[in-house]
């Protein structure tokens, strides 16, 4: 009824490597890399340069959702703007916060 000890040690398994044991734990790596942690670091990339690139004129839109106009830009090494929401209305708004830019200003036309 029960199995005896003796018969289960006497049982063959085959032995495998220990490569093949994380085996599997590679692959599922592998496919979370390709899958979630590439295209998140393409989107982190996209948004940087976004942010870069907007200059005084441009309408954007924030994190809360409201869209506004950029008026003026912080210094260099500043992740501030000023930004008017309504007429007169001015808001100072950190750069990580935009979300995207509606209409960009296109430069002028040096002759």
Request: net charge positive; proline share 6%; charged share 20%.
């Amino acid at each position: 009824m029960f199995i005896t000890p003796a018969y289960a040690q006497a049982a063959d398994v085959p032995q495998v490597s220990p490569l093949m044991q994380f085996l599997p734990f590679i692959l599922i790596f592998i496919i979370m890399y390709f899958l979630l942690i590439r295209p998140q670091q393409r989107r982190m990339k996209e948004h940087q340069a976004m942010i870069n690139a907007v200059k005084k004129g441009d309408r954007v839109v924030t994190a809360g959702g409201m869209i506004a106009k950029v008026t003026k830009l912080g210094p260099d090494d500043s992740d501030e703007i000023t930004a008017e929401i309504a007429s007169g209305v001015d808001v100072k708004l950190l750069k990580s916060t935009l979300t995207s830019v509606l209409s960009k200003t296109e430069p002028a036309n040096k002759k």
